[in-house]
């Protein structure tokens, strides 16, 4: 039988999930042999991993100005989403108006979808041509009901960085609750709570090199919630379940990490992804570039190709060992456009052709270049095979 030869991976698929940083890998370790006890017990042992957690809480707590008090340990962040707003609902149940955006995250988005069956009125807040929200029609949106308002920090698909603290004081002067999902913004931009109108905060492990499986919920201190798991004293009686000790010791070194390299993220990175960006849209014929250029996160670009599938150019990237991504991979599995690419109102020549590059800090120049070397001809080919296309994309 002939041996199979390794393929060179190049991954930039960060948006989706991230490798797990082997300084987080070694510190979980000890947690998967020795340091097994059950944190909640009285023993010694136990509260040894208990002292383990309140330390990886102070490091969470450090890379979104935050208290530990105001930290609960979650399973991802699609927990951490569903939390907050079905905690603040249950919180306030006379009050039956919520407002979001149309590009959200599933994880709030079909959420809202949901409310909408069950009794609640839901706004979903509009966007530009550019991905960017209106602060006026929040404030036109705001009614006296209105118990919760879900903004993301920053798209998962386009990149965009949306203005929280602005959003947040609209919000805060009609005197409803604020949850964000910074899933995306953590680690990849500043983040400080103190002082801030966040209410409520969601985080993901695996998007900054902690393992999937853990997430976070940031709790300000005085926001009325009930928890959304219920059971045992856990998390000060806020998430129930005894607490998966390795990823949550992981995560707080991953966080270590990020606000060690946050720097790098927002400089070398950044000069990757527009390397990158820039010859795209340079030399390859009717390529555009999707959401905000300027308000962005510093390792996403989103380029939809025309006149062909995102999907034929995944599956031929793929073959050189070249990850990337059509979008959000929690809707990878569907046909239709972006839902984000489709209320900026991307024209369906372009939305089908859509491609995001999503970096980290173990991306190289290097790997920019094999991206090119492989996707120009990859494009090219692809109009090649359809008809009447190449004459369009000139």
């Known amino acids: 039988m002939e041996k199979e030869t390794s393929k060179r991976i190049v991954y930039v698929d960060n948006n989706a999930t991230t490798s797990i940083a082997s300084e987080v890998r070694d510190a979980m370790m000890p947690y998967f042999n020795d340091k097994y006890a059950n944190p909640s017990s009285m023993h010694t042992f136990g509260g040894c991993l208990s002292k383990d957690i309140e330390a990886a809480r102070e490091k969470v707590a450090r890379i979104i100005g935050a208290s530990t008090q105001e930290i609960v340990f979650t399973s991802c962040g699609t927990e951490s989403d569903n939390a907050a707003i079905f905690g603040t609902l249950s919180s306030y149940p006379d009050r039956k108006h919520v407002i979001t955006t149309r590009i959200e995250h599933p994880a709030v988005l079909i959420c809202g979808e949901y409310l909408q069956r069950h009794g609640y009125d839901v706004t979903f807040l509009s966007v530009d041509s550019y991905g960017r929200i209106d602060p006026e029609e929040l404030t036109k949106s705001m009614r006296k009901d209105t118990v919760l308002v879900s903004i993301m920090w920053a798209n998962n698909e386009v990149g965009n960085i949306y203005p929280i603290e602005e959003l947040g004081r609209i919000v805060k002067s009609f005197d409803s609750v604020f949850h964000v999902d910074a899933v995306q913004a953590a680690g990849k931009i500043p ?40 059971g045992g004293h856990q998390e000060r009686g806020r998430r129930a379940g005894t607490e998966n000790v390795p990823y949550i010791v992981g995560l707080g070194v991953a966080c270590e990490l990020a606000m060690k390299n946050i720097n790098d993220e927002n400089t070398r990175v950044k000069s990757m992804r527009d390397y990158l960006e820039k010859r795209i849209l340079d030399e390859i014929p009717s390529a555009y570039l999707n959401g905000d250029p300027i308000n962005r996160l510093p390792n996403t670009t989103n380029i939809s190709f025309e006149f062909i599938e995102g ?20 809707t990878s599995g569907s046909l239709e456009p972006s839902h984000v690419l489709r209320a900026m109102g991307v024209p369906f020549t372009r939305a089908h052709g859509s491609i995001r590059f999503s970096l980290s800090r173990y991306n190289t120049m290097d790997e920019m270049d094999y991206i090119l070397e492989h996707l120009k001809p990859a494009v090219k080919r692809l109009r090649e095979m359809s008809p009447g296309v190449e004459s369009f994309a000139k």
Not at 200 to 227: D, E, Q, W
Not at 323 to 329: E, F, K, V, Y
């Open 311 to 330: 999907e034929a150019i995944l599956l031929m990237l793929d073959r050189a060992g070249i990850c990337a991504s059509s979008g959000s991979a929690c």
């Open 191 to 230: 983040i400080n709570l103190k002082n801030s109108s966040v209410d409520l905060l969601s985080l993901s492990g695996h998007k900054l090199h902690a393992p999937k499986g853990v997430g976070v919920l940031y709790i300000k201190r005085g926001t009325r919630f009930r928890p959304y798991i219920m």
